[in-house]
Nanobody, 120 residues
Framework: QVQLVESGGGLVQAGGSLRLSCLAS????????MGWTRQFPGKQRELVAG???????YYADSVKGRFTISRDNAKNTVYLQMNSLKPEDTAVYYC??????????????WGQGTQVTVSS
């Protein structure tokens, strides 16, 4: 099992920015992707972004051009830079380890989540 510790959430006004971080530890061997999934107040979930160990990225249409995912492989850390935040970005953001092969991501366990609240 991979242990995940997310940080960086908080309350921000619309148009503002936040940077989320996720440190992975434990059984990290074999992880070839990291990603962020969010859960909205109504409990709907959305895969926000993913990044492979080779640098391939995925973004949900709702965040393209505003969010950027990056990773530091040496530190087992993945980041999510969120700019031009909107109230509809309000959610709990979860980091997840996974694998990436032939253009497909497969996701593993969840972190504890970090709350992002965007006020209008």
């Amino acid at each position: 099992q991979v242990q995940l510790v997310e940080s960086g959430g908080g309350l921000v006004q619309a148009g503002g920015s936040l940077r989320l971080s996720c440190l992975a530890s434990g059984s990290t061997f074999g992880i070839t992707a990291m990603g962020w999934t969010r859960q909205f107040p109504g409990k709907q979930r959305e895969l926000v972004a993913g990044i492979s160990s080779g640098g391939s990225t995925y973004y949900a249409d709702s965040v393209k051009g505003r969010f950027t995912i990056s990773r530091d492989n040496a530190k087992n850390t993945v980041y999510l830079q969120m700019n031009s935040l909107k109230p509809e970005d309000t959610a709990v953001y979860y980091c997840r380890p996974g694998s990436y092969y032939a253009g497909t991501y497969t996701w593993g366990n969840w972190g504890q989540g970090t709350q992002v609240t965007v006020s209008s």
